[in-house]
């Protein structure tokens, strides 16, 4: 089998799903809340126009996942002149803490078996194969 990018691309995915997965089942979540929560987080008061454009989602998913976390006492969504805004409950920010130490949970887990400088190094590289500024 050819080793490509997408091929890890897609096991780093499924593992980091999984873990992920099982770190917010402790609180009643999955995956899929994942990257709301934690832009609700970064970005309180936001509109749920915002929250989908930025993450790139399709609208009803974004109407359906907003309403379903909003049921599960994890955002609240305010009036706010035309639109809502959306910000996170006490139980949401300890959903974004969670959402948030997990990726350096992970990271932790997956890269042990490298030195600090390949770590280092393979950050770098990535970050310039998706076109991101390092720094």
């Known amino acids: 089998m050819t080793q490509t990018l997408a091929y890890y691309a897609t096991v780093f995915y499924r593992r980091f799903a999984a873990y992920t997965g099982a770190r917010l089942q402790e609180l009643g979540l999955n995956f899929g809340a994942l990257f709301l929560i934690l832009y609700v987080g970064k970005h309180p008061g936001c ?3 915002e929250l989908t454009a930025a993450l790139g989602l399709d609208w009803g998913y974004s109407q359906r996942s907003v309403a379903r976390l909003v049921e599960d006492g994890v955002l609240t969504r305010e009036k706010a002149g035309r639109a809502y805004c959306l910000n996170l409950s006490e139980k949401g920010r300890k959903a974004f803490d969670v ?4 990726f350096f949970e992970w990271d932790a ?4 078996t490298l030195s600090p400088e390949e770590r280092e190094t393979l950050l770098e590289l990535l970050a310039k194969a998706a ?3 390092v720094g």
């Open 47 to 49: 509109s749920q126009a």
């Open 109 to 112: 887990q997956n890269l042990q």
């Open 131 to 133: 076109g991101k500024e």
């Open 99 to 102: 959402s948030h130490q997990v």
